[in-house]
């Protein structure tokens, strides 16, 4: 691995920094300075874009700050290997973070690191395999070469939009699943809204030209088990304080409130029918009361799996 750069230094951005710092330079970029970020030594921090030089940068920024980040720096950055490492459906667009890529930067190659994973795990360099998703197969293998460690497995994919659409579903169904548990509804009520909400990822998805072995796969549903059953999860944090009717810190971000919007406009687009994330969107806006939510799924005429 060499030659890598990151934008982004948040939680994910500064995780990455550590994992593939400890055996090779990297330069992580932030907007100011972080107090008490641990670096290792193969780390250089900067607040300067210009310092910016790698010819692969991994975008490391919430989807619906992406395309901002990408039209100040468009210039900068075109031509090289843009690697988004964010889950979520562009609000303003409908687009995926790929096709916000393409669009801003013609000249780069565009690809999408995604799947189960929790920066945490991956700063403590615990074993984490992610799905690398690159539509030229060429340019992503020579991704996966140079963004994997001995910790950090790396499957490739041809498959964006699945990769794409897999990591952000899954955050709308996270939320809904801890709504669930909020609200006291037990675990045999999260396993059939997990279940059921993995069928609505897999029908918006096959729709938009996805492939199912996509969806069954780390991006897909490794990623949906893990955000569904951990308190790690910030989408799953958020759903359980909203069905239990508790404030949650503004300030974290949560990028299944915006992808349930943009799933449910590209739902009714393309005619397909979605109640879970329907439900949370409703929620969310403060259009239905939990009870209200419950009963509307519930109550959904009895149909063949």
């Not at 995780?15 to 972080?34: F, I, K, N």
């Amino acid at each position: 691995m060499s030659d890598v750069a990151i934008i982004g230094a948040g939680a994910f951005g500064a995780a990455l920094a550590v994992t593939l710092g400890r055996e090779a330079p990297v330069t992580l970029w932030g907007r100011r300075a972080q107090q008490g970020l641990d670096l290792p030594a193969g780390v250089t921090f900067t607040t300067n874009i210009s310092h910016v030089t790698a010819g692969t940068v991994l975008l490391a920024v919430p989807t619906q700050a992406l395309s901002a980040v990408l039209k100040d720096h468009a210039a900068r950055l075109d031509g090289r290997a843009l690697v988004a490492c964010c889950k979520g459906v562009d609000l303003a667009t409908g687009l995926g973070p790929t096709a916000l890529i393409a669009r801003a930067c013609p000249a780069a190659t565009a690809a999408i690191l995604t799947g189960p994973s929790f920066a945490a795990d991956i700063a403590q360099g615990l074993p984490t395999a992610l799905t690398l998703a690159c539509a030229d197969d060429a340019a992503g293998e020579a991704l996966q070469r140079q963004l994997s460690t001995s910790v950090l497995r790396l499957y490739r994919s041809t498959d964006v939009i699945g990769a794409e659409l897999g990591g952000a579903l899954k955050n709308v169904v996270a939320i809904a699943a801890g709504v669930v548990i909020g609200a006291g509804l037990g675990q045999s009520a999260r396993a059939a809204l997990m279940t059921r909400g993995y069928a609505e990822m897999q029908r918006l998805s096959l729709a938009l030209g996805a492939r199912p072995e996509t969806l069954a796969g780390l991006s897909g549903l490794g990623d949906l088990v893990l955000t569904c059953t951990s308190d790690q999860s910030r989408n799953f944090r958020y759903g359980a304080a909203l069905g239990a009717g508790r404030p949650f810190d503004s300030h974290v971000t949560v990028e299944g409130k915006a992808t349930a919007k943009a799933v449910v406009a590209l739902a009714a687009r393309h005619g397909l029918d979605m109640p879970v994330a329907a439900m949370v969107d409703a929620l969310i806006d403060g259009h239905v009361t939990l009870a209200q939510a419950i009963q509307a799924l519930l109550t959904r005429p009895l149909k063949q799996e």
